[in-house]
């Protein structure tokens, strides 16, 4: 059984190479709330800007400053480590006992850009967007038309929402310990990053669905007994309960996820309920800029979109920071 990360494309195939992530400032994200924090409350909300580092790191060294258990510390989403992300954190502190949190700037990567008050923790899939700005450096095999059409292409009729590559660790790590988990019955106790393992698993079944539509070239129309999120069509996250779908929609998942079944079986089992993820990803507010021979995008997306979903129905990206 092949674990590849090759997905078909939806637009024909990349028209060009670049750069990716030369350096930190060429990824950045804008973390949007989507609310104003209520300026009261137990817990502490901390806007920081990281650079370089990943937001699990963030929030550990917040926790140690706080005095208080990882648990504590919430935040919306995992923003990638090779780039530039404003990101927002909460910090549940009862009885007062606030520190300086500007002690947090002693590392380099940490800017503290506002601090303020809220009455709940933040959770993951809370906020309302992430704003992308993107500078893919030396774009070489395309012109500046080429790329015009396929941009306009893209912000018509979206991309597949494929999962990123992120999502599977390096080299597909997670999806390793998944088929040792699932296949080989290695316990899942005895392996670290459970959660991510579980969530690589269950992404991959989706991506395969979504790479089966993108075959039959039906990935942004509705199909008989498809399942409808803000009036596209979706894919299962598998989990503990019956599919949704039903009729074609239902037969095609079916056939793309034949060769999972003790995949299917051990999600089932985990305590993860089945759930739904739309199959077409429609950047909003997306704006490219030729500026010499690099290309410069800037996107907003919804929580749980990637980045690399539409980049990838653009140019080959050459990520220098793998």
């Known amino acids: 059984m092949s674990y590849t990360l090759d997905t078909p ?63 504590d510390v919430g935040f919306c989403g995992l923003k990638d480590r090779h780039g530039v992300a404003d990101q927002w954190f909460s910090v549940y502190l009862p009885k007062g006992n606030v520190p300086d949190w500007h002690k947090l700037e002693e590392d380099a990567a940490i800017k503290v850009l506002s601090l303020s008050k809220g009455r709940r923790k933040l959770r993951r899939g809370q906020h309302a967007s992430n704003r992308f700005v993107i500078l893919l450096r030396n774009v070489s095999g395309t012109s500046e038309n080429e790329l015009q059409e396929r941009l306009l292409a893209i912000s018509k009729s979206g991309v597949p929402n494929y999962f990123g590559e992120q999502r599977f660790g390096r080299n597909g790590s997670n999806l390793v310990s998944a088929k040792r988990w699932l296949e080989d019955g290695v316990p899942l106790n005895k392996m670290s990053g459970k959660s991510m393992i579980m969530s690589a698993a269950r ?120």
């Open 9 to 71: 494309f939806a637009h024909g195939g990349p028209l060009g190479r670049a750069a990716f992530r030369q350096q930190p400032e060429d990824f950045i994200v804008q973390e949007e709330l989507g609310f104003a924090p209520e300026g009261d409350g137990e817990h502490h909300y901390l806007h920081l800007q990281k650079r370089g580092v990943n937001t699990d790191w963030v929030a550990q060294k917040i926790a140690r400053l706080a005095g208080v258990k990882p648990a």
């Open 203 to 322: 992404s991959h079944l989706f991506n395969c669905v979504v790479a089966e539509r993108v075959r039959q070239a039906n990935w942004n129309t509705e199909i008989p007994g498809d399942v409808l999120l803000e009036g596209t069509p979706t894919g299962p996250l598998w989990g503990r309960g019956r599919s949704r779908a039903s009729d074609e929609a239902l037969v095609l998942e079916q056939n793309a996820l034949a060769e999972y079944s003790s995949w299917l079986n051990g999600l089932e089992h985990c305590g993860l309920s089945q759930e739904r993820r739309s199959i077409v990803l429609s950047p909003v507010k997306l704006d490219w800029a030729l500026e010499g021979q690099n290309l410069r995008l800037s996107l907003d997306l919804r929580p749980g979109e990637f980045a690399t979903a539409v980049l990838r129905e653009v140019l080959q990206l050459d990520n220098l920071s793998a």
